[in-house]
């Protein structure tokens, strides 16, 4: 198990890297749309008009490649007054509890968003705005990324499992 989860990690790193390539090209493509809106250069054309409905995108996928990293690194948002206060084994039952209610929504999340990604595939849904595109390619990497979260719960879920009987010690605010 230890070794499956060290080869999802990996995984998870280099869906990051992905991301952090997407916002380094969602940069350079909001200068270069900038730069060609203010400085007229003959041959090319003033601004790329495509630019904002690309940028919301990878700002999407950005999202969608980087949580599960995120989640895995301890670096999602998390509250944990309350679990350095009560005793260690209570909070460890709480971080039980969390682990299995974010399962469970990842499980609906994936269920639900597949099933509207196939139906608009199945309907030949289009997004049409500046560029025209099938709808289900922005809908199909909602259900992907929470399956990726819905297996890294699975993993802490394990090492919560075999670790120490108290909170986790990933994302804390207070010692």
């Excluded at 909070?91 to 969390?98: G, P, R, V």
């Excluded at 030949?124 to 909602?142: D, F, N, R």
């Excluded at 399956?147 to 499992?161: C, Q, T, V």
Aim: glycine content about 6%; aromatic content about 8%.
């Amino acid at each position: 198990m230890n070794r499956l989860s060290e080869l999802y990690g990996k995984l998870l790193s280099a869906l990051g890297l992905i991301a952090c390539a997407l916002l380094f090209a969602m940069m350079l493509m909001i200068c270069a749309d900038v730069l060609l809106r203010n400085l007229p250069i003959p041959g090319l054309p003033r601004g790329l008009a495509w630019s904002n409905e690309v940028s919301e995108m990878m700002l999407y996928l950005i999202t969608m490649l980087s949580a599960p990293w995120l989640l895995r690194q301890g670096q999602h948002i998390r509250v944990d007054i309350l679990l350095r206060a009560i005793p260690r084994y209570l909070a460890w039952c709480c971080e039980w509890i969390a682990d299995i209610c974010g399962l469970i929504c990842c499980l609906l999340i994936v269920w639900y968003g597949a099933r509207a990604a196939l139906k608009s595939f199945a309907d030949g849904s289009m997004t049409i705005k500046t560029l025209v595109t099938p709808e289900w390619w922005s809908l199909a990497p909602l259900p992907l990324a929470f399956a990726l979260l819905g297996i890294e719960m699975l993993f802490r879920m394990h090492r919560l499992a075999t670790g120490p009987r108290e909170p986790r010690n990933d994302a804390v605010s207070a010692s």
